[in-house]
Nanobody, 130 residues
Framework: QAQLVESGGGLVQAGGSLRLSCAASGRTFSRNPMAWFRQAPGKERESVAAISGSGGITYYADSVKGRFTISRDNARNTVDLQMNSLKPEDTAVYYC???????????????????????WGQGTQVTVSS
């Protein structure tokens, strides 16, 4: 059975950096869009970044644009999220997600809505102190 496992979360001071990693097992997602979402206490889960199967198309929420970078290594079946210049408002549980639908091309723009993703990790906590 396919699984997504996140790692790399933790506690960091404002202005610091963290790198989250998501490792897939049980099947390959090398041709599929993948994404990072986050959910802060008392708030709905929101999209943070998404990447096409090829890695050539990326999307970022306005709140993280210029600070976060999503990347993938299809040979290793992983997707990472480099987070720089972290702010207290970035505090949340971060989730990795994969869209296992079959697309005609790996350059299909990655979906931005949660319902498009049918595989989810268990989440990793990121806490940014002020």
């Amino acid at each position: 059975q396919a699984q997504l496992v996140e790692s790399g979360g933790g506690l960091v001071q404002a202005g610091g950096s963290l790198r989250l990693s998501c490792a897939a097992s049980g099947r390959t997602f090398s041709r599929n869009p993948m994404a990072w979402f986050r959910q802060a206490p008392g708030k709905e889960r929101e999209s943070v970044a998404a990447i096409s199967g090829s890695g050539g198309i990326t999307y970022y929420a306005d709140s993280v644009k210029g600070r976060f970078t999503i990347s993938r290594d299809n040979a290793r079946n992983t997707v990472d999220l480099q987070m720089n210049s972290l702010k207290p408002e970035d505090t949340a549980v971060y989730y990795c997600a994969a869209d296992s639908r079959i697309y005609s091309t790996t350059n299909y723009p990655p979906p931005l809505v949660q319902r498009a993703y049918n595989y989810w990790g268990q989440g990793t906590q990121v806490t940014v102190s002020s």
